[in-house]
Nanobody
Framework: QVQLVESGGGLVQAGGSLRLSCAAS????????MAWFRQIPGKEREFVAA????????YYVDSVKDRFTISRDNEKNTVYLQMNNLKPEDTAVYYC?????????????????????WGQGTQVTVSS
């Protein structure tokens, strides 16, 4: 079992920045590929970014490229999502996820069902 706890969400104005953290406990964190997803009410959970167990390569949904950065610190059992130049359309609940999946497959990386463990989510609200 892996337990994931997100933090760092909040209210920010458009153009601002936030850094989300996801602290993991339980089984060996460094064995898992990690990802961030986000969800707004009435919509499916959307892939945002992924990072391999070793730290690279990383992948992003097109809408956040050049604004968001995913990283991880395996010694601290933590994955991060640095979000810059935030836009109102980034408003959502952000979830971190952990899984053992075929990371070379774009389909599996971006599919929520491919990840075994999830955090409870953290709300990010961007005002215009």
């Amino acid at each position: 079992q892996v337990q994931l706890v997100e933090s760092g969400g909040g209210l920010v104005q458009a153009g601002g920045s936030l850094r989300l953290s996801c602290a993991a406990s339980g089984r060996t964190f460094s064995s898992y590929h990690m990802a961030w997803f986000r969800q707004i009410p009435g919509k499916e959970r959307e892939f945002v970014a992924a990072i391999r167990w070793s730290g690279g390569p990383t992948y992003y949904v097109d809408s956040v490229k050049d604004r968001f950065t995913i990283s991880r610190d395996n010694e601290k059992n933590t994955v991060y999502l640095q979000m810059n130049n935030l836009k109102p359309e980034d408003t959502a609940v952000y979830y971190c996820a952990a899984g053992v999946l075929p990371y070379s497959s774009n389909y599996y990386r971006q599919t929520a069902g491919a990840y075994e463990y999830w955090g409870q989510g953290t709300q990010v609200t961007v005002s215009s």
